[in-house]
């Protein structure tokens, strides 16, 4: 079976936590001590209904308020595929805490109040999905249940939400569903309540959306992570190279270039759990021989000399910033990018992007907590790169301080 990673975002109270809580419920993917755990907190609380909420907001602050603050991940399987959720917070001040969350979603549910329609914070969400390249969004009318299953309100929601998704460039998939997360309505059977709706239920949509074409199968990258040498009877002359690919398909017999040195070679095998396989594609983690000695070591990536990556010291890159202590212009920072990690310097802020209105704000001097923008870094080694439109892999790095080794940003290159 294959796996689809999908992620939630919504603004505060929009029923992001209680959707996935009646996912889980409904397909039967909860333990009975887990259902009695809730429905015993639900009591003390004084909930009329079973809050299913409760099963992804853990942390006591959550519970108290009534909100997300941190990624909850579950995982759940039926049996056409198996899923992982990040329910991720929709709160501003948590924007950090979502574009982490979102960093390895294939699709993104953005909920909508029915009640309140498109605002401020679904933009928000829908810019971020769009900038961390989510291709497949499903825009879930959440609420139907409190305005008695309005049409007219759902047509009239979908439209405006379309005519703002229509400035962005990434969310080519778009699927609206509405739904009463309460309820259940559309959640796993199609609802009763609202025949108008022509459309599958969510979990049906989850289970058939097609994501394998996200992956990219045309630029082969492999980037190497740690050399195999057992040093043992058996394997006496095993040198193998062990790692993800990060793009692309690796056979026996094809001919491979090592960056950065940019020496020549030929795959000799390509193995999987212990047993030797005849192709390796994105993302599979797999070990490597070649069939020349060479010295490659962790950081050194493994390509296909018909279509290399870029080869740069100079960045250009969007970057989410994670820190309390700001960023400023040449400000010395280390570099993680694939298996690589070198030092670099911030050459220059070119904009911040206002959230909420998508206007650039130029001319910055600085960034703050859950700020996003584009910068210019330098960095002390050239890296092998690819933009992130093109491989979410190779596309993308995390910045870390020298002096708190605190991962402060994560960015995308452009």
Request: hydrophobic content about 35%; glycine content about 6%; proline content about 3%.
């Amino acid at each position: 079976m294959d796996l689809l990673r999908f992620t939630t975002a919504g603004s505060v109270d929009d029923g992001k936590s209680t959707l996935i809580g009646r996912l889980l419920y409904d397909s039967k993917s909860i333990f009975e001590d887990q259902l009695e755990a809730i429905e015993e907190s639900s009591r003390k609380k004084g909930d009329e209904n079973i809050n299913l909420a409760l099963l992804t907001d853990g942390l006591k602050a959550e519970r108290e308020q009534g909100i997300t603050i941190d990624v909850a991940y579950r995982y759940f399987a039926t049996p056409k595929r198996k899923f992982i959720i990040a329910d991720t917070p929709g709160h501003i001040q948590y924007t950090r805490n979502m574009v982490t969350g979102a960093s390895t979603a294939n699709l993104a549910i953005i909920l909508i109040d029915a009640r309140k329609g498109v605002i401020e914070q679904t933009k928000r969400h829908s810019f971020i999905a769009n900038l961390l390249s989510i291709k497949h969004v499903v825009v879930a009318v959440n609420k139907m249940d409190l305005v008695d299953y309005d049409q007219g309100v759902y047509d009239e929601i979908v439209k405006d939400y379309q005519s703002f998704a229509s400035r962005l460039d990434n969310l080519v998939d778009i699927t609206p569903i509405p739904i009463s997360a309460l309820n259940g309505d559309n959640i796993v059977e199609k609802s009763e309540n609202m025949p108008w709706f022509e459309g599958s239920s969510l979990l049906y949509h989850l289970e058939n959306v097609y994501v394998g074409g996200d992956e990219n199968h045309v630029q082969a990258r492999f980037p190497v992570q740690w050399v195999i040498r057992p040093q043992s009877d058996k394997f006496h002359d095993f040198r193998g190279f062990a790692g993800r690919v990060a793009g692309g398909v690796f056979r026996p017999g094809d001919d491979i270039t090592v960056l950065p040195s940019g020496f020549s070679s030929r795959v000799k095998g390509v193995f999987q759990d212990g047993q030797e396989i005849e192709e390796a594609f994105a993302p599979q983690s797999i070990t490597m021989t070649l069939e020349d000695e060479i010295d490659i070591s962790r950081g050194d990536m493994l390509v296909k000399a018909n279509n290399p990556p870029k080869q740069s010291q100079n960045l250009e890159a969007m970057i989410c910033w994670f820190s309390n202590q700001n960023l400023n212009q040449r400000a010395k920072l280390i570099i993680r990018h694939t298996t690589r990690e070198t030092k670099a310097i911030v050459q220059n802020m070119s904009y911040k992007v206002d959230i909420n209105t998508l206007r650039k704000e130029e001319d910055s001097s600085s960034f703050s907590l859950n700020e996003i923008g584009r910068i210019s870094l330098r960095t002390a080694a050239p890296l092998f790169y690819d933009s992130y439109n093109n491989n979410r892999q190779t596309g993308s790095f995390i910045l870390i301080d020298p002096g708190t080794n605190e991962t402060v940003a994560a960015g995308m290159i452009v």
